[in-house]
């Protein structure tokens, strides 16, 4: 067995140790001389002696660090000493005897009794009989009585009990119980009224005086609170489990105003004496009424104004977003007597909507963005041009705002005297004396030869004078958009090209007689006069530029139809000379080494350089000399085929030669120039490659590839002129 109660403090290097709340000279609990004390340091000590209930002395010193306050435990089972055994067995037959005899005592005895604990104080307690008499009963059903007050120094409990569901006071009096309604487990205020009027109140006092807080009351279930004598505020505040406000309705009981605090006390709205109420910021509303049934059934025949939200919508349909609802309309009225417009007065609309007539009015004007509204009439625009004085005109009109103004015959400056003339005026600027343009349109009656349009320009305060401007009635034989060809995507179509033409653009339509070739064209012509002329034509429809041109003599015939060389149909060879072009490829050693002139017009396809008809062609080098080209059908079948690259004096700079297999690839071997004494003749010595920055030019054969015309539009005589 073990002896652990209470704790222990030991010192380092002393055999002393003191208890707290032990009982070691109490021979019922075995803690004798001999017995094992297992110390807070994990050792084990033999006691040497016990001195009193709260000290010992150990047999060898307390080899850890000095403690207070440490749990232990003294090893209490006999060992086999006798006489141990028979001092313990002694001192707890006298302390069983002792406790018997207290225990009779208790039960039989009244009023109070005294018992001597262990440690010998003593202890004053009632009796059985005493606390029977005193103790309120847990197994009674009738009432009991408590004739003094009672004060709980613990919490209250109250739980339910076989009663508590559905449960009512039998007799009259405040009760307070615990899940009334099964599963709320709420507590339960109940007021048996009896015969009275019922509810509840709550008082406030000191001991001296007593003062009303508030009222529930029972017939009208209204809540009433009391302000104390000289409060000025009456505060039902929300906080949070820190007790942080997160808000509060406060009441003014000296002047009845209002005020509802949310956000902690971030903002709060105050509902003032004169029935106005101030918000912090704004009202965001969330249901919203889109049809103007809804509106209908909410209003019915009540006339006060209301803002309510309608459908995410803006127009004339439905209620808008933000609406304002009102029974006649609405309006903007300063509230301000001081520093007011013309016409302005305190109270006044400057603003009203009519809706019932749907307009809006304003009494000083309209602004979109910073610019106002012109009113119908206003700068003659929407109503009658603005008459100017005769005398002044030109000078009235660098001060006029734009608009549209009017004078009478014989205006000062006008353009022709004893015409009137309605103005449109265009002001631009302001600065340097003014900057804009005058229109001046003649008032006459048709057909009048003073049916004119001028034009005349302000500039730096200065008119510039008067310019008749052309118009159908003034500008005879005028040219339009499409005349000619010019202007238009479609130029004028020309069936029969030997006749002579205007100068113009033209097009000539598939299978026209006397046209390069039977497919569509188009091109200019023109010419010294009417009879020596020029015609030039490009073909249309294909990718490939074809570009022809003939002359016209003075005597009228026509030279034959001549091509135009360009870069597009020849070619520059490796020697700088002009050739007709084909399918051509430039055969190089190292692309990469080539001067700029190398790719002009070509593309790098390979070791060679290709020109557009010849894409698709390929070289590589396959040992030194030797070259592969593949994707033509071989050499061109007429014409020249090969040109080797040659020195400022002719001489050619290596040997070439080639062989064409059936599939079209061609084999370049490229040789030094060796001369044979037997032949006297340049023939091939040892392999070289293509001299670096210059190149072999092979003329090819390419496959048919059908050429894709796109579809010309259908042709149109709109605008065709006939030709002479």
């Not at 704790?7 to 021979?27: E, F, Q, R």
């Not at 010998?120 to 009632?126: D, F, K, M, R, S």
């Not at 044979?676 to 190149?695: L, Q």
Request: a negative charge.
């Amino acid at each position: 067995m073990w002896y652990k109660t209470g704790t222990i403090n030991l010192t380092a290097n002393n055999a002393t140790v003191t208890g707290t709340g032990t009982a070691w000279a109490d021979a019922k609990f075995g803690v004798m001389s001999g017995m094992i004390l297992l110390a807070p340091d994990n050792k084990l000590y033999e006691v040497k002696q016990v001195n009193s209930n709260t000290s010992l002395t150990l047999n060898s010193n307390y080899a850890g660090s000095t403690a207070s306050g440490q749990s232990y435990a003294i090893i209490t089972t006999y060992e086999g000493d006798i006489s141990q055994f028979s001092a313990r067995f002694a001192a707890m037959l006298t302390f069983f005897q002792g406790s018997r005899n207290d225990t009779v005592s208790w039960f039989t005895g009244s009023g109070d009794m005294t018992f001597t604990k262990d440690d010998g104080t003593t202890l004053i307690v009632p009796t059985l009989s005493k606390i029977q008499t005193d103790s309120i009963s847990t197994t009674k059903t009738s009432d009991q009585f408590v004739n003094s007050k009672i004060l709980f120094s613990r919490p209250l409990r109250l739980s339910s009990g076989i009663d508590s569901v559905n449960y009512i006071p039998p007799s009259q009096g405040s009760w307070v119980t615990w899940n009334r309604i099964s599963g709320t487990g709420a507590t339960d205020i109940i007021n048996h009224r009896g015969n009275g009027g019922g509810g509840f109140r709550f008082w406030n006092t000191d001991g001296t005086t007593i003062n009303a807080l508030a009222t529930l009351n029972g017939g009208d279930a209204t809540f009433n609170q009391y302000a104390p004598v000289g409060a000025t505020a009456l505060t039902h505040r929300f906080l949070d489990y820190s007790s942080v406000e997160k808000g509060a309705i406060i009441s003014n009981p000296t002047d009845g105003s209002m005020r509802i605090r949310w956000n902690g006390t971030a903002y709060s709205m105050e509902c003032r004496t004169d029935g106005l109420v101030s918000i912090p910021k704004g009202h965001v509303i969330s249901t919203a009424m889109s049809t103007p049934q809804e509106v209908t059934d909410v209003i019915g025949s009540n006339s006060a104004p209301i803002t309510f939200r309608g459908a995410d919508y803006a127009g004339f349909d439905k209620p808008n977003n933000y609406t304002i609802g009102t029974w006649y309309g609405f309006s903007v009225a300063p509230t301000i007597g001081n520093s007011l417009g013309t016409g302005v007065e305190r109270g006044k609309p400057v603003f009203y909507v009519n809706a019932r007539t749907g307009i809006t009015y304003a009494l000083n004007g309209l602004y979109v963005g910073s610019s106002p509204v012109i009113t119908a009439g206003q700068y003659g625009i929407g109503g009658v041009a603005v008459p100017l004085p005769l005398d002044t005109v030109l000078d009235d009109l660098k001060t006029k705002p734009t608009g549209k103004y009017g004078v009478n015959a014989n205006g000062i400056g006008m353009p022709r005297a004893g015409v009137a003339y309605c103005l449109d005026w265009t002001f631009t600027s302001n600065a340097n004396g003014g900057h804009g343009t005058l229109l001046a349109s003649a008032i006459i009656t048709a057909p009048s030869s003073y049916d004119e349009v001028y034009r005349n320009t302000l500039r730096n305060g200065v008119w510039q004078g008067w310019v008749k401007l052309w118009d159908g009635n003034t500008l005879s034989n005028p040219m339009q958009v499409g005349d000619a060809g010019v202007g238009a995507y479609t130029p004028v179509t020309v069936a029969a090209p030997d006749g002579v033409g205007a100068n113009q653009f033209f097009r000539f339509g598939t299978n026209t007689t006397n046209a390069p070739t039977a497919g569509p064209w188009a091109g200019i012509m023109g010419g010294y006069d009417g009879a020596s002329r020029f015609q030039m034509a490009w073909a249309m429809g294909g990718a490939a530029v074809d570009l022809r041109t003939r002359v016209r003599s003075s005597t009228g015939g026509h030279s034959a139809w001549q091509t135009i060389w360009h870069t597009g149909n020849t070619t520059v060879d490796a020697n700088g000379f002009l050739k007709k072009a084909s399918p051509i490829a430039r055969l190089s050693s190292n692309p990469e080494k080539m001067s700029e002139e190398f790719l002009d017009g070509f593309t790098l396809s390979g070791l060679a350089a290709v020109n557009g008809e010849a894409a698709g062609v390929t070289a590589e080098r396959v040992s030194v000399g030797v070259y592969k080209v593949t994707g033509s059908l071989g050499f061109a079948l007429e014409g020249w085929n090969i040109e080797v690259p040659q020195d400022v004096n002719g001489n050619r700079l290596c040997f070439v030669a080639t062989e064409a297999a059936e599939d079209g690839t061609i084999t370049v071997k490229v040789s030094k120039r060796r001369f044979d004494i037997d032949t006297a003749a340049i023939v091939a010595g040892d392999p070289m490659d293509i001299p670096e920055g210059r190149w072999i030019d092979l003329r090819l054969e390419m496959p048919p590839v059908e050429e894709v015309q796109s579809e010309l539009e259908p042709e149109s005589h709109e605008g065709e002129m006939a030709s002479e």
